[in-house]
């Protein structure tokens, strides 16, 4: 299954919840894969991403309190259906682990250079990248969330954050075996991108 990485990064594409089957991924390979997506550039050295790799029971409670903040008027019949739906689709989610990016800014790094603040969120970044390309590598899709469950005040409970006034989440990452075929993305042209003074 090991891909070269230029390969690895064209065929990566997110995959919604809704299309993975029931096979759950092996907890021991997803741990196998934090340990090597940790390896990313950090200035610093400050290691800022926490990782919470749920259980279905946790997954499902994430599902309901997503499904809560979406239906959050419940007069409307429209958003109740919706809640309901998503509440369905991630709850049911094989795989999902959350990454949280740690910055302390009471610290002394963070009081003296407090662009910490986004070179720690980079960093998370490069992880959570990192840990989408090498799920691809195993033959596993995934999604990379974010949304407003965040806010629902029993969400840090429900993961079991450890700092929640020091970590904010940065994905929810979605994962599972899925056969739905997806077709490659369109790019800008690279020109309308790229100053390139080298031709
Ligand atoms: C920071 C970040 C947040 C994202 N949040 C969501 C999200 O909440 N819901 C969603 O469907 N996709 C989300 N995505 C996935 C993007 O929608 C997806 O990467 C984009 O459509 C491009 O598709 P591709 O990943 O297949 O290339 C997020 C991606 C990033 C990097």
Redesign the pocket.
């Known amino acids: 299954m090991a891909s070269g990485i230029k390969e690895l990064i064209l065929r990566r594409?997110?995959s919604k919840p809704a299309n993975f089957s029931d096979r759950i991924p092996d907890p021991a390979l997803i741990r196998d894969l934090i340990e090597t997506a940790r390896h990313a550039p950090n200035h610093h050295r400050t290691e800022p991403a926490r990782f919470y790799l749920l259980d279905q029971e946790r997954i499902k409670e994430v599902g309901r309190l997503f499904g809560e903040v979406v239906a959050v008027d419940e007069s409307d019949p429209a958003l109740v259906e919706r809640g309901k739906k998503k509440a369905r689709e991630w709850g049911a989610s094989p795989g999902l682990l959350v990454v949280t990016c740690h910055t302390d800014l009471d610290s002394e790094l963070a009081r003296n250079k407090p662009t910490v603040i986004e070179e720690n969120y980079a960093t998370c970044s490069c992880i959570c990248q990192n840990l989408l390309l090498l799920l691809e590598n195993e033959g596993i899709s995934a999604?990379?969330?974010?949304?407003p469950v965040f806010d629902h005040p029993e969400f840090t409970e429900t993961i079991g954050m450890q700092a929640p006034e020091c970590e904010s989440v940065v994905?929810l990452l979605f994962y599972g075996y899925s056969e739905t075929e997806l077709s490659e993305?369109t790019y800008a042209p690279l020109e309308t991108h790229l100053r390139d003074f080298t031709v």
């Open positions: 594409r997110t999604k990379w969330g974010t949304g994905a993305r």
